[in-house]
């Protein structure tokens, strides 16, 4: 991948994209009968994380960006929660479920100081 893009400079993004990938790898081995259901739903909220960070990024200005972020983080908490919900449907074992929740805290943190640096800007 180039670093040369914006957005790839963003460590906010760069957290967001390892969670948004590992996700979609554990989730390739999740029921077939759900593909359309649940695996299709915490794929959709965790791309949706590093997907509005880079939308948000060529925004022309700081309160639209804000936006994007502000939607960004929705999806983080969405995947929270299905994040647990596939462990207690047994379709995420403890490891990997531990494993993906610090991913989407550490994402979490990031993506909160960003949010509160970019409103000191506004």
Known sequence: MSNNKG??????WERAHVLATEVYKVTMGFPKEELYGITSQI?????????????GQASSSKKEFLSFLNIANRSLVETEYLLEACLA?????????ERLDV????????LYAFIKSLRLKL
Do not use: C, H, M, W
């Open 43 to 55: 794929r959709r909220a965790a791309f949706s994380v590093p997907l509005n960070i880079t939308e």
């Open 7 to 12: 957005y790839k400079k963003l460590k906010i």
């Open 103 to 110: 991913l989407r805290y550490e994402t979490g943190i990031l």
């Open 89 to 97: 449907l047994g379709f995420l074992g403890k490891q990997d479920y």
